[in-house]
């Protein structure tokens, strides 16, 4: 469904210029869900940010559905993107609108459909995320799990082929984040939609990923199964599977060091 072909962002100018993404390459599985992990600075939100259009690369290609994106201009974006939903971290939903507006609103600005048929389909779509009934309360009255439930109802309001996860399990109690995960699964087995997820939560990761890409300074360090990731003998890997402080991936950078860690991911 989506593949990325030696993709390369650097960021700045001149001797300031850093490379955040380094000839990446990355297949992401038709109906599959695949989660992008690595410490914070790893090029993930560059990954994500580059496959919705909100980046175009230094060089490379992404293709989405047999489509290469990275060329096109803001027209033809916009129709790839009807292709795709978006969970954003804070589930960016608007504070003035109900629930039901707040879901309708991608059918209201994208379809034909009658009002009638857009509340129908509001409906559905609540059930799905098991929230029916909830459709005339505002954002402020739901809790922090709903709120991301909500903003998953809208993100499949299209019926997408692809649902993009920016931190879904952020600020979510461990409840929370299993119901998140089971959603995630059920649209990924019943729908055949193909999910790419970025994330921190490693056990959420684990438990729901067919594939785990983790990334290190802008490259792919390994990419599995959640069973060989787990199992991985990367010690940089094994540093960020286990939580440790010590290892590879330094816990605290002296100026020297962040000077150094530049160079070594400037292009010269």
Known sequence: MIRIVNL???FGEGDQRIAVLDNLNAHFERGRI???MGGSGSGKSTVLRHLIGAYKPDSGEIYIDGEEITRMDTEE????RKKFGILFQ?????NSMTVEDNVALPMRE???LNESTVRIMVKMKLEMVGLRGCEDLKPAQLSGGMLKRI?????IALDPKIVFYDEPSAG???ISIGVVDKLMLDLSRKMGITSVVVTHELSSALRISDKIIMLFKGRI?????????RHSDDPRVVQFINGLPDGPIPFSKSQTDYGEELKEMTFN
């Not at 974006?77 to 790839?80: A, G, I, K």
């Not at 804070?90 to 608007?94: E, I, K, N, Q, V």
């Not at 360090?221 to 060989?228: D, L, M, V």
């Open 8 to 10: 390369t962002k650097t």
């Open 34 to 36: 695949t989660a992008i």
């Open 151 to 155: 903003a998953l109802a809208r993100a």
């Open 221 to 229: 360090i390994a990419s599995g199964t959640p069973e060989e990731i």
């Open 90 to 94: 804070s589930g960016a939903l608007f």
């Open 77 to 80: 974006m916009d129709q790839v």
């Open 110 to 112: 994208h379809t034909q």
């Open 172 to 174: 979510l109690d461990p």
